[in-house]
C-alpha cells in the first residue's frame, strides 16, 4: 500500500483533535473578541484549518519536496534559465533579522542600512551594465522589459515622436513581443536567419522613424554572441531608435563586455539567473533594469539616492525620477532576491564575477564538444555560456528531443530546455552554468549517449521513475486546477487525466 503523506493534501491527513502547537495557559486577562473588533466582522464559524501534527506537517512537505528536481539536488542544465548553485551563506546573510524583519512601511530613517545596500546594489548593477541609471523595480525579467519599454515610451512621448514599433530577432524569447504588445507595441519579428545572426539587410529593412526599440539578447538565445553587435546598435541609433539588451544571459559576459558599451540604451538582469537568486516554478525573482543617462528621469520609481551632508556623513533616501511611469512594484521591489543578489556580487567582487563568465562559458564548450558527435549543434562548435543541439537526425529514429529530456529524468538529471529557440527544428538547448564540474558534465554526456542506445518505444513512455509521467502539458497550462476539492472516494485518482480524478490528483497533474 503506498504511503501518500507527500501527495494527500494536508485536508485529506487532517484528524479531528490534532495539533500541532500547544499554546501555555494565557498569562492576561481574557478580553471578550467583540469588544475589539465589531460584531459585523466576526465570523460566525471557525476557519476550516486542517488538525494535524507537527510531525504530519514536516514529512507532507520534506516528502513533496524530495519529488522535485532542484538546484541543491540534480544537475540542472535548462539553457536560458541559468540554473546554478545557489550559496547558503547568501541565504543566510539575506535573513539576517536586520534585513528580513523590516517592515515595508518602515521610515526611511529607520532603514538606512537596508537603504545603502540597495543603494550599492544600483551602483554594482549600474557599473555591471555600462549603464548609469537604475531602478531596481521589476519583479522578474519579463517585467523588467515591459518597465523599459514604458521608460521608452514616456522618452519618446516627452520627445513628441510617435513610434509605434518594436522589431525583434526571429529567436527572440517570447516574453520580448508580449513585453512589447503589452506596453501598446506594434511587434515585429525579423525573418529567421540560417547563420543563428541577425541578418544586417532584413534589419534596414524594417528600420523607420515609427521604430521605438530593437530587442536584442546578446549573446542571443542560440548561445552565440552577435558578431555585428555594433553595427546593429549603430543602424538602431541612426533610425532614431532605441536598443534594449535583454540581459538574461548576462552569466557569459560578466565583467567582460558590458550592454552598454557594445550599444545598448536599456537592460533588465535577471538577478535569479545571473547573481544565484533561486527560481523555478514561477517563483520570486526580481528583474532591474538599467539604462541610459537621458532616459533616467523617466524610470519607475522611487530610485535610491544617497544625500552627501559633509564628507564621509550620507544619507539614503527614496525620490521618484520627474517624469517617472510610476511604480510597477509594491514598496522597494522583491528585496529578497536583490540581496541574495548583492551577497554574491559582493562576495565575487570584479575578478569573480569575470571568472563565473569564463568557467561557464568553459562548461558549455565542454559539454558542447562531448556531445557534437551524437548530437547536431547547428550554431557551430563554439559557444557562449550555452548551446542548442538539435536531436532532429534522431527524430527519423523515432526518438524526439522530448523523449529524451523526459528519460533524462529517469537517469538522475534535470531535463535542458527543450524545442526552444523555436528556429531550430527538435531544439534541446543546455546551459550547464559554472557550478558544474566535469565529473557531473561527463556523467550527463553519459546518460545522453545511453539513452540514444535505447528502444524508441521504451522512451515514448519515459520517465519511469517519476511520480507523474507526461501530463497533457498543454492542459496543464492553460487550464491549470488550483483548487482544492475532496477526493472521491468511489473514483480511482488518476494522476494522467485530472478529469477522471479528483482531489489530490487534479493538483500532481497540473504541478507534474
Ligand atoms: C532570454 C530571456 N529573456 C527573458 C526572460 C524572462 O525572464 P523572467 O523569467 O525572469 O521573467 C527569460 C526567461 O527565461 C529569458 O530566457
Not at 163 to 180: C, D, E, L, Q, Y
Not at 190 to 216: C, R, W, Y
Not at 261 to 269: L, P
Not at 313 to 318: I, N, P, Q, R, V
Amino acid at each position: 500500500m503506498e504511503n501518500r503523506q507527500a501527495v494527500n493534501l494536508l485536508q485529506e491527513l487532517a484528524v479531528p483533535g490534532r495539533r500541532a502547537t500547544c499554546f501555555p495557559p494565557c498569562d492576561v486577562p481574557a478580553v471578550e473578541l467583540n469588544s475589539l473588533i465589531p460584531q459585523e466582522h466576526l465570523s460566525e464559524k471557525l476557519p476550516e484549518l486542517p488538525e494535524v501534527a507537527e510531525g504530519d506537517i514536516v514529512r507532507h512537505y520534506v516528502s513533496l519536496s524530495q519529488r522535485n528536481m532542484s538546484v541543491d539536488t540534480h544537475f540542472y542544465p535548462l539553457g536560458s534559465c541559468t540554473m546554478k548553485y545557489n550559496p547558503k551563506r547568501h541565504e543566510r546573510w539575506a535573513n539576517l533579522s536586520g534585513l528580513i524583519d523590516v517592515h515595508p512601511l518602515t521610515d526611511e530613517a529607520e532603514m538606512q542600512g537596508l537603504l545603502g545596500i540597495l543603494y550599492e546594489m544600483q551602483e554594482m548593477l549600474a557599473e555591471i551594465a555600462g549603464l548609469p541609471a537604475v531602478s531596481l523595480h521589476p519583479a522578474a525579467g519579463a517585467h523588467g522589459e515591459f518597465a523599459a519599454l514604458l521608460t521608452a515610451s514616456a522618452y519618446f512621448e516627452a520627445k513628441g515622436e510617435h513610434r509605434t514599433k518594436v522589431i525583434f530577432p526571429a529567436s527572440a524569447h517570447g516574453t520580448n513581443p508580449a513585453s512589447a504588445s503589452m506596453a501598446g507595441y506594434h511587434c515585429v519579428q525579423l525573418k529567421p536567419s540560417s547563420t543563428g545572426f541577425v541578418n544586417l539587410e532584413d534589419l534596414q529593412q524594417e528600420l523607420g522613424n515609427d521604430v521605438a526599440v530593437f530587442m536584442i539578447t546578446n549573446p542571443n538565445t542560440i548561445g552565440l554572441f552577435e558578431k555585428e553587435i555594433l553595427e546593429i546598435t549603430r543602424m538602431v541609433h541612426e533610425a532614431g531608435g532605441l536598443v534594449y539588451i535583454d540581459g538574461a544571459n548576462m552569466n557569459a559576459i560578466l565583467g567582460k563586455t558590458r550592454p552598454g558599451d557594445f550599444g545598448g540604451d536599456m537592460m533588465h538582469y535577471n538577478i535569479h539567473k545571473t547573481f544565484t537568486g533561486p527560481h523555478g516554478a514561477g517563483g520570486p525573482g526580481a528583474g532591474p533594469i538599467a539604462v541610459r543617462d537621458f532616459l533616467s528621469d523617466f524610470l519607475p520609481g522611487p530610485v535610491i539616492e544617497k544625500v552627501e551632508h559633509e564628507p564621509g556623513k550620507e544619507s539614503f533616501t527614496l525620490k521618484t525620477p520627474r517624469y517617472s511611469v510610476g511604480r510597477l512594484r509594491s514598496f522597494l521591489g522583491n528585496i529578497g532576491i536583490l540581496l541574495r543578489g548583492y551577497f554574491y556580487i559582493r562576495t565575487l567582487g570584479g575578478k569573480g564575477l569575470r571568472q563565473v563568465a569564463e568557467h561557464a562559458v568553459l562548461n558549455a564548450n565542454y559539454l558542447l564538444s562531448q556531445l557534437k558527435d551524437v548530437l547536431e549543434v547547428p550554431g557551430g562548435e563554439r559557444c557562449m555560456h550555452e548551446f542548442v543541439a538539435s536531436a532532429k537526425s534522431w527524430k527519423q529514429k523515432g526518438i524526439s528531443a522530448m523523449d529524451i529530456a523526459k528519460r533524462l529524468l529517469d537517469y538522475g538529471f534535470h531535463a535542458p530546455t527543450v524545442y526552444f529557440p523555436l528556429v531550430i527544428p527538435e531544439a534541446m538547448m543546455m546551459e550547464p552554468t559554472e557550478t558544474e564540474s566535469k565529473q557531473t558534465l561527463d556523467h550527463y554526456v553519459s546518460a545522453i549517449k545511453a539513452i540514444l542506445q535505447e528502444d524508441p518505444e521504451y522512451l515514448h513512455e519515459a520517465p519511469y521513475s517519476t511520480p507523474v509521467s507526461r501530463p497533457d502539458e498543454v492542459k496543464a497550462a492553460r487550464n491549470p486546477i488550483l483548487a482544492w476539492s475532496p477526493c472521491d472516494a468511489t473514483k480511482t485518482c488518476n494522476a494522467t487525466n485530472p478529469e477522471e480524478g479528483a482531489g489530490a490528483s487534479q493538483t500532481e497533474a497540473v504541478s507534474g
